[in-house]
C-alpha cells in the first residue's frame, strides 16, 4: 500500500513528504515515488495511486485532481471528454456547494476540501443515480483502511455527503423530478475499528510535570500552553487571542477571533464559525496574573496584536510550535516521568474530563468546550481516569462493613488457634 514519508532537508530548514508505492502493489516491482511540498497534496495524491491499483494515476486524473505538473514531459493535459446525459457526483456536488444559502467561507473551503481529498477519488466520476450503499460502505472502509478516525470519517460523511445525497432525492426547484429516489447513507453504520483513546493529565503531579517541562523548554511557548490547559481553548484560539479580549476584572478571556489555515496560509478571522464559538471563559487568578502581565506589555508594544506571540513578534504557526516547541516539551515531560505521549489537543480533552469529574453542571462544559451539543462534550472530550476509585472503595467498603467483618473474622481465627493449641 501506498505510504507517506515525511523528509526534512540536511540544512533542518525545510520539510517535505514522499509518497512511495510499488507499482500494481507487488513487492518484486521497484518502489516508485513522488515529493510534495505540503501534507495535504502528498495525501491526495497517495489516495488517487490507491485508487488506480497501486499505479501511476492517468493523465487525466492528475490534472482532474490539481497534479498537471507530474505529466511526463511530452504528454500535453487531456482534454476533458464530456458524457452527455449522465450526471456525475463530482457536477451534483459542485452544484450543490454553489447553492448554500449564506455559507461560512471557511464552511465550503473545508467541504471543497474534504470531497476532493476524500470523496471524488472514488466516487466522483459515478452517476450520482448509480451510487448504491455497498460503494458507500466500502468508500467508509476505505477511509479507515488508510488512517482515517472514525470521527473525521463522521464530520465527512455528515457534513458534506449525507446532505448532498438528501439534496439529490428532493425535487428540483421548479419541479424537476428528483435525482435519486433513496439516500444510500440512511442506515449504514460508521465503520467499526480501533479507537485510540487520547492521553490526558490526570492528577496534579501529572500537570506539574507537563508544566515544568515546558517551561524548562520555553517560558513563552509554556505560557501559551499553560492557557490551553487552564481554559480549553483550541490552538486557533488562543493562539489568536487579542489583548483585548482579556478581561483582567472579571477573570476572563472571551472568544472574539481564530486562526486558521486557509490556502495553506494561517489567516485571523474575526469571528468564530458558530454562534457556539463566541463565549466567555473564566481562568484561575494565578494564569490570569501571568496573562494580565502579558496584556500589559503589549500595551507598551506599538502594533503587538496577541497575547501570545512567536520569536518574530507575530501569532504562532502551528507547525513552527508543534515542531520547535511542542516536541522538546512533550519528551522531556516524558523523561521526568510523565506516563503519557500527551497532544496539544489533548491539553483540551484534559480540563474538559478534569471538570465533568468533579461534577461541572453539563450546560457548564458544554459552554466551556464551546459545542453545540453536551453529547459532543461527553462523549468525544471527557475520559474515563481513576480519580474515582477511591471514593468508591470508602463508600463501597462502608456499605459492606468490610472493616468489621474482617476484624471479626481474625478475631474468630485468633481463637481457633488457641482452642487447637
Known amino acids: 500500500m501506498a505510504s507517506v514519508e515525511k523528509r526534512t532537508t540536511k540544512d533542518g530548514k525545510s520539510t517535505r513528504w514522499r509518497v512511495k508505492w510499488r507499482e500494481g502493489g507487488r ?7 513522488r515529493t510534495f511540498d505540503y501534507q495535504a497534496d502528498a495525501k491526495r495524491f497517495k489516495t488517487l495511486v490507491e485508487v488506480a491499483g497501486e499505479r501511476m494515476p492517468t493523465p487525466e486524473q492528475l490534472v482532474e485532481h490539481g497534479f498537471a505538473e507530474l505529466l511526463p514531459v511530452g504528454v500535453a493535459a ?8 449522465v450526471l456525475t457526483f463530482r457536477a451534483y456536488a459542485e452544484e450543490w456547494l454553489g447553492q448554500l444559502v449564506k455559507p461560512h467561507p471557511e464552511s465550503v473551503r473545508k467541504y471543497r476540501e474534504r470531497l476532493e481529498k476524500h470523496v471524488f477519488p472514488r466516487l466522483g ?10 460503494e458507500m460502505r466500502e468508500w ?7 488512517g482515517l478516525s472514525a470521527k473525521t470519517i463522521a464530520n465527512i460523511r455528515g457534513e458534506t455527503v449525507v446532505p448532498i445525497f438528501k439534496a439529490a432525492c428532493r425535487p428540483g426547484e421548479d419541479g424537476e423530478p428528483a435525482v435519486r429516489t433513496s439516500n444510500p447513507m440512511d442506515g449504514l453504520p460508521l465503520p467499526e475499528g480501533p479507537r485510540a483513546e487520547r492521553d ?4 496534579p503531579d501529572e500537570a506539574r510535570l507537563f508544566l515544568e517541562a515546558a517551561y524548562a523548554v520555553d517560558p513563552e511557548a509554556a505560557d501559551l500552553l499553560l492557557c490551553k490547559l487552564a481554559t480549553g481553548l483550541r490552538w486557533g484560539e488562543v493562539s489568536a487571542l487579542p489583548p483585548r479580549a482579556v478581561h483582567v476584572a472579571r477573570s476572563t478571556v472571551s472568544i472574539v477571533q481564530v486562526l486558521r489555515k486557509v490556502n495553506r496560509r494561517w489567516v485571523v478571522e474575526p469571528k468564530p464559525k458558530t454562534k457556539q464559538g463566541y463565549r466567555e471563559v473564566p481562568l484561575p487568578a494565578s494564569v490570569m496574573r501571568m496573562v494580565a502581565d502579558r496584556v500589559a506589555a503589549a500595551s507598551r508594544e506599538p502594533g503587538r ?8 513578534g507575530n501569532h504562532w504557526r502551528y507547525e513552527d510550535f508543534y515542531t520547535d516547541r511542542w516536541v522538546k516539551i512533550r519528551d522531556l515531560a516524558r523523561e521526568k516521568g510523565l506516563p503519557r505521549r500527551m497532544t496539544m489537543h489533548g491539553l483540551r480533552h484534559s480540563l474538559l474530563t478534569l471538570l465533568a469529574t468533579e461534577g461541572v453542571d453539563l450546560a457548564a462544559l458544554r459552554t466551556m468546550a464551546g459545542h453545540a451539543s453536551v453529547t459532543t462534550t461527553m462523549n468525544v472530550y471527557v475520559h474515563a481516569t481513576r480519580r474515582h476509585h477511591e471514593p468508591v472503595r470508602q463508600i463501597v467498603g462502608g456499605f459492606l462493613g468490610v472493616n468489621e467483618l474482617t476484624a471479626a473474622g481474625r478475631l474468630g481465627q485468633g481463637l481457633a488457634v488457641a482452642n487447637r493449641g
Do not use: H, K
Open 125 to 134: 466520476d459515478r452517476p450520482i443515480a448509480e451510487i448504491t450503499r455497498r
Open 78 to 85: 487531456p482534454a476533458p471528454e464530456p458524457v452527455e446525459g
Open 200 to 203: 490526558i493529565l490526570e492528577s
Open 305 to 312: 496584536q496577541f497575547v501570545f506571540v512567536a520569536p518574530r
Open 27 to 33: 513487492r518484486e516491482n521497484p518502489w516508485s515515488s
Open 140 to 146: 467508509q472502509q476505505g477511509l479507515r483502511d488508510a
